[in-house]
């Protein structure tokens, strides 16, 4: 029986990079991608749906082959000096939602293009693409708070989060390992 080398090294120090197309919600970056150096994200469970089957008395639980999940992540990003990954996930959040109490009537036109891909790129610890999962037609569902205080004396890196829905997502093996 033979064992694959990286069965017996252990994921430490990996990286999470999440992307997501900007030019659909601003063209003041310069740029066509956003990325996010996350510190920490879900993969989310997967269950496999059931039904009990009766024969002969006997109860029989079977797969209906149907995979249900809960569609939410919540990412946790280090934020830039310069904040440009809040201004654009609050466009984006501001796409879909109106300020209570602004007088403005929330819009009943959705436009699809604001429904974006994110991808996430694990890292290993050299650096190296693992793998990509891929969000489709994700949209923000909540966006976090953040703690801006002077009492910290290190000074420490600001953190933000916020949580997407999607509707399905993929995977792909970026290291094209074979199974045998």
Not at 24 to 41: I, P
Not at 46 to 61: A, P
Not at 150 to 169: L, N, W
Request: proline share 3%.
């Amino acid at each position: 029986m033979s064992i694959l080398h990286s069965a017996i090294n252990f994921a430490t120090n990996n990286k999470w990079i999440a992307t997501m197309p900007i030019e659909s919600l601003s063209t003041a970056y310069g740029s066509k991608k956003m990325a996010f150096n996350l510190t920490s994200f879900e993969l989310p469970e997967m269950l496999m749906s059931s039904s009990t089957l009766g024969f002969y008395g006997s109860q029989v639980e079977v797969p209906t082959l149907v995979r249900s999940q809960q569609k939410t992540i919540l990412f946790n990003y280090l934020l830039s000096s310069d904040w440009h990954q809040w201004k654009l996930l609050y466009a984006w959040f501001s796409k879909f939602a109106v300020e209570e109490g602004s007088g403005t009537a929330p819009s009943t036109n959705v436009n699809e293009k604001w429904f974006l891909p994110i991808s996430v790129i694990m890292l290993s610890e050299f650096k190296k693409p693992i793998f990509e999962i891929k969000f489709f037609n994700c949209w923000i569902k909540s966006f976090g708070s953040v703690s801006c205080d002077y009492q910290d004396a290190e000074a420490s890196v600001i953190k933000h989060s916020f949580t997407i829905a999607y509707s399905y997502f993929t995977f792909s093996d970026l290291m094209n390992l074979r199974s045998d």
